[in-house]
């Protein structure tokens, strides 16, 4: 776990700490989204479509609501969908890649079987279908994402079983009689948490797409305001008034662009082969 | 300048690691690894064979995903069978037998099947035609802009890659890694708002909607043209992550074969630089990233239904989001069942584009 050793390794990377101070100040930004926004964002306000200005930094919508407002309370659906359904995928491809690596024979060909299917199949396609036929309830969203994110995290933590099933620290906890789950659990699994992070890290900025392209297809959470659905109320009105378009995808990807750089960051701190160099 | 240079050229970053766990795990490498200690020579037609054998199964798959949906969706299964119509009531008795509703579940299962493996995916009442028909007529405009936008970024970014691996931390090396990075972050369909904002609103250089000219006369050239125009920025919104996703990963790919020792023996033996690219360092560094762009396939698709769907383009993307403002669940089941099988099958060429490039493999005549 972060130790300050770590820490000091991990900001050597200038670039990823600076990332990692970013997506803290959204995540801040996403909790006391109330208290920074200037305006309410469902409140209808008295200018419609007015341009950016002194009173509306990022301009108003059709319905004079303020975009500033809406894109601070819309970091709070990337954040929550990005980190949960991460989260879900790291524990659904931690237990699937241990009992695939960890048993192998039957159990690993039928699961990695059915993960190369889940890597084949559209994914996004399968999550439109899935959001559009069983509803659209942000926790919906948060399953369907993190269930299709499982086999990469599965595969990596399968290959870390399997290159220390056979090592002599995990044979002798064996041969003194732990149990399987003491053994995976215990003994083996530690090992393949590194690596995992690092995937997961990737899997957070492609939840946060995924869920940008869910909510532009109409498929996002209703109740709340996403930067996907700010993008696809912009689209009919791009002609005439940018800025409602231009605000929100800024913050998609300086986000996404954040998460992927603390990932490299993490990366260098926790791959061993890096390390060595 | 140093933060940039480690911003940009972290040769193994976690994108192009997970890349290529893809490529160790999903090359058929590993199964032309296996097949050669048996039979030195491979027949192609043995391994189309064999990857079309793998690829039944995963199409079933998809259909009892595509029925277990039916009987989750809230509400009556029928519904989710016919979409949210007043259809008439004749048709619903009709597929309620047809897929055996008051039958047990597996009987339920097996007509499921039955019916969709014969063709039948239903009946969409919004269009008015059968669903394999509705989806079928938008494969080639899907087709048009993807297939480009696949060779296009493909060829561009090994040679993006290329350049930028000559020399090392360069200006055009820098450049090149600045706008790769800038191409993985940005999503498809922002990047397509932007550049008909730009292009076809303020510039006016290019329509912004549709794959023609509606209801315009044109023939021959004039007509080639006029699709042009339409597929360029469609095209470049999709061409543009995975251009970068390519250019990256050669990159690296070449940059690590620098070290070897073959490209050493090359150099050492007084071959030209040029040489030393072209014939010894580029056909090995190529290896990797033909098989990364097999697994961007299905992100392909994925764009596809974002970019259609900003640019009016009469894909299936563009489909898909149609039959989700429509609940058309018949379209949207039959249109991921058969863009499914169109991965396998793209797939499948680029396993072969990979067997024809892999110098380890020769054929028998």
Not at chain 2, 175 to 188: D, K, N, Q
Request: proline content about 6%; glycine content about 6%; aromatic content about 10%.
């Amino acid at each position: 776990m972060p130790s300050p050793q770590l820490w000091r390794q991990f900001k050597r990377n200038r670039a990823a700490a600076i990332s990692l101070y970013f997506v803290i100040a959204l995540i801040l930004a996403a909790i006391f989204a109330s208290e920074l926004s200037p305006y309410d964002p469902f409140a209808l306000g008295d200018g419609a479509l007015l341009a950016p200005q002194s009173d509306h930094w990022m301009g108003t919508d059709d319905l004079g609501r303020d975009t500033l407002s809406r894109v601070i309370h819309g970091t709070r659906v990337p954040l929550l969908v990005g980190f949960l359904a991460t989260a879900t995928s790291l524990l659904l491809g931690i237990l699937i890649g241990s009992a695939s690596g960890y048993f192998g024979g039957l159990t690993d060909v039928i699961l990695m079987r059915v993960t190369e299917y889940v890597l084949v199949v559209p994914r996004f396609f399968l999550a439109l279908l899935v959001v559009a036929m069983l509803g659209t309830g942000i926790m919906k969203i948060v399953l369907v994402i993190g269930i299709l994110g499982w086999p990469e995290i599965a595969r990596v933590v399968r290959a870390q079983f399997l290159s220390f099933r056979e090592r002599e620290f995990v044979l002798a906890a064996r041969a003194i009689g732990a149990s399987h789950a003491k053994v995976i659990f215990k003994e083996i699994l530690p090992n393949a948490i590194p690596p995992a992070v690092v995937v997961a890290s990737i899997l957070v900025a492609r939840a946060i797409l995924l869920e940008a392209g869910l909510s532009f297809l109409g498929l996002g959470d209703p109740n709340l305001v996403s930067w996907g659905s700010l993008l696809s109320e912009a689209q009919e009105r791009i002609s005439a008034s940018v800025w409602l378009a231009i605000f929100p995808g800024m913050a998609i990807s300086l986000l996404v662009l954040c998460v992927n750089l603390f990932g490299d960051g993490i990366n260098d701190v926790l791959n061993p082969k890096l390390r060595k160099k | 300048m140093l933060v940039f240079n480690l911003l940009l050229h972290n040769s193994s970053t976690p994108v192009l690691q997970s890349l290529r766990d893809d490529q160790a795990q999903r090359s058929p490498r590993d199964f032309l690894g296996s097949l050669l200690e048996n039979t030195s020579p491979v027949s192609p037609t043995n391994f189309i064979l064999r990857r079309l054998f793998h690829a039944v199964p995963l199409l079933v798959c998809v259909i009892v995903f595509n029925f277990t949906l039916i009987h989750l969706a809230p509400g009556d299964p029928i519904q989710a069978l016919v979409g949210e119509f007043p259809a008439p009531e004749a048709y619903v008795a009709e597929m309620r037998r047809a897929f055996g509703l008051d039958q047990p579940l597996y009987v339920q299962l097996l007509l499921y099947l039955k019916n969709v493996l014969t063709g039948d995916l239903g009946f969409s009442f919004y269009y008015r035609q059968p669903v394999a028909s509705v989806i079928l007529d938008r494969v080639p405009a899907t087709l048009q802009l993807m297939v480009p936008a696949l060779i296009f970024s493909a060829i561009v970014g090994v040679l993006l890659g290329i350049l930028a691996a000559r020399k090392p931390y360069s200006i055009s090396d820098n450049a090149i890694s600045a706008f790769s990075l800038f191409g993985y972050c940005v999503p498809a369909f922002w990047l397509g708002q932007m550049l008909m904002v730009i292009f076809s609103i303020e510039l006016g250089w290019l329509p912004s909607q549709g794959i023609k000219t509606v209801g315009a006369d044109l023939d021959g050239w004039s007509s080639f043209f006029d699709r042009i125009t339409h597929l360029l920025l469609p095209f470049a919104a999709l061409a543009i992550r995975h251009l970068a996703v390519n250019a990256r990963m050669m990159r690296s790919s070449m940059l690590e074969v620098a070290f070897e020792d073959f490209v050493m023996v090359a150099r050492a033996k007084g071959l030209a630089e040029k040489d030393v690219t072209a014939r010894h360092m580029v056909p090995n560094a190529l290896m990797p990233v033909v098989t990364i762009i097999g697994v961007d396939v299905s992100f392909l698709f994925t764009g596809s239904v974002l970019v259609e769907t900003v640019f009016g383009w009469p894909g299936i993307g563009r489909l898909m989001y149609e039959s989700i403002v429509k609940r058309d669940y018949p379209v949207l089941m039959g249109n991921f069942l058969i863009t499914t099988a169109l991965v396998v099958a793209v797939n499948l060429i680029v396993d072969l584009v990979y067997l024809w490039l892999d110098p380890r493999v020769k054929y028998k005549k």
